[in-house]
């Protein structure tokens, strides 16, 4: 027992003390053999550290089929969707400080205790944006309405809206360049889809870019590779000491459509009319759901998704599905009879698209219990089919969890990538914590993110089956494992 518990200390610790040993004695004719030697033990003990964990693990073999078996073939089949589906049916999109938001906790918070699972809320302080009534139509060269949607913390026009013309630019560069004809214009921002990480910085930043050049409103191209005539909203930041213009975002059809209408050479004409407006502050919750670990009740497993989402469409995509695996990973390991040494919490944030609001004060809240967090989870990007775990941790942590991912050859999902990183988590990666992210087959992902396409109909009842085992599979094993992961 104890030879197994202080394992690798020992060893180490009698190394260091052969090498004072024949540091002091130094007249030793085979002293620096012996060290060479000692380091092969030392590598001979990696190595049986590394078999030993894999021994571990490959143990959980048949409790991850049982998981499995009831995710995907047994009673709890499809029950991921239909669980989202009766949420979002019944409450509708849920964007920060909005009552949705409010029904939607006390939705949750009842539906988990039925499920028998302990659950409470931790109150947070929420933006409140909300967008009122909005449009914009193209004046001239023709008469046209625009579809837009505001994006959230942008001011809104005076009664009467704004009417401009359009300076149209692909670019920030071509903004800079183009500064003089900005002046009392709306910028229309065309810029092509990269990739959301790197296109995002048009919506995030565009209001500000263009005020700082005297335009009077900003349209921002939808952040999206695929349009059929959908605007997709999101967050955007002013920045300090820069005039706060009202900014929307509109489709990539009708940015397509001005930009080819100016290099024409034709004026083109906007009205844009929005009541958006910022209130006081709202009192939300981090909705909380947890199975008890057995032996180190203190120390977590945390699997989350957020709650919120914006206010279009049913936000089922973004991130209902990420909340609904993190429930039903829980509810699955209840169903079997399981409880892991470590605790197991879910939790469901709230305020993620203002910035990860909710996450963040969670995490000033808890920080203080750091070392006990052995693994934190996000499913953020969809719960389409998974294609693997994405992992930030030491290399001995991934060589732990790379064994974990082979419980998972029963769903084909034992890839183990790299960036485990996600906006609710990252605080915790930073702060060195392990941290995983789940893959999916996104491709579709940005189509209906943001948008009223984000609905039960872009879900698929099998896909959310699937995740829903990773999910499970991975917390339970990581959270019963005998020592948390390395770090
Ligand atoms: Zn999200």
């Known amino acids: 027992m104890m030879a197994q518990e202080g394992g690798p200390p020992i060893l180490l610790s009698l190394f260091m ?35 030993d964990i894999a021994a571990e693990v490959a143990g959980y073999t048949d409790v991850a089929k049982k998981i499995i078996d009831l995710a995907v073939f047994g009673a709890a089949q499809n029950r991921s969707h239909r669980r989202l589906a009766d949420f979002t049916d019944t409450i509708g999109n849920r964007v920060s400080g909005s009552h ?25 302080k929420i933006p409140h ?44 560069e071509e903004l800079k360049r183009r500064a003089s004809e900005a002046i009392g214009k709306i910028v229309v921002f065309n810029q092509p889809f990269v990739s959301y990480g790197e296109t995002v910085a048009y919506r995030e930043l565009g209001a500000s ?29 002013y920045q300090d000491g820069v005039k706060r213009i009202p900014t929307a975002c509109i489709t990539i059809e009708d940015a397509e459509l001005m930009s080819r209408m100016a290099q024409r050479g034709q004026k083109v004409v906007v009205r844009l009319t929005m009541e958006a407006k910022t209130l006081p502050d709202a009192d ?9 670990g057995w032996q180190h009740p203190e120390q977590v497993v945390l699997l989350s998704g ?19 695996i993190s429930w039903e990973a829980l509810s699955l390991i209840k169903d079997l009879g399981l409880r892991p040494r470590r605790t197991l919490r879910a939790v469901l944030w709230t305020a993620e698209e203002q910035g990860g609001v909710g996450a963040q004060q969670y995490f000033d809240l808890h920080k203080v219990n750091m070392s006990n967090f052995d693994l934190v989870m996000e499913s ?21 969890m790379e064994e974990v991912v082979k419980l998972l050859a029963p769903i084909n999902t034992t890839k183990l990538e790299v960036h485990g990183e996600g906006t609710d988590i990252s605080p915790w990666l930073k702060a060195g914590v392990p941290g995983a992210s789940l893959h999916v087959a996104d491709s579709r992902y940005f189509w209906f993110h943001h948008s009223e396409g984000d609905t039960m109909t872009v879900q698929d009842p099998q896909e959310m089956n699937l995740c829903s085992a990773l999910w499970a599979v991975v917390a339970y094993v990581v959270a019963d494992l005998q020592d948390m992961l390395p770090r």
């Open 284 to 292: 939300s919750f981090n909705t909380v759901a947890e199975i008890t």
């Open 209 to 237: 870019e263009a005020a700082k050049v005297g335009a009077v409103a900003s349209l921002i191209r939808s952040v999206t590779p695929f349009s059929i005539n959908s605007p997709h909203t999101g967050w955007q930041d």
């Open 306 to 324: 957020h709650l919120d989402s914006w206010d279009v469409g049913q936000g089922a995509m973004d991130d209902g599905g990420g909340a609904m």
């Open 129 to 172: 944006w909300v967008r009122g009534k909005e449009s914009a139509e193209m004046i001239a060269p023709r008469a046209k309405s625009l579809a837009i949607l505001g994006l959230g913390s942008s001011v809104g026009t005076p009664a009467e809206g704004i009417e401009a013309e359009v300076l149209v630019v692909q670019s920030f």
């Open 100 to 124: 949705n938001l409010e029904l939607a906790i006390k939705y949750m918070y009842n539906a988990v205790s039925q499920d028998g699972l302990d659950v409470h809320l931790e109150p947070v």
């Open 17 to 51: 003390f052969l090498l004072m040993l024949s540091a002091q004695c130094g007249c030793h004719p085979h002293s620096a053999g012996s060290i060479r030697s000692l380091a092969a033990a030392g590598a001979v003990s990696n190595q049986t550290a590394s078999e």
């Open 380 to 400: 953020d990007m969809g719960t389409f089919n998974p294609v693997a775990l994405q992992f930030t941790g030491n290399d001995a942590a991934r060589k732990v």
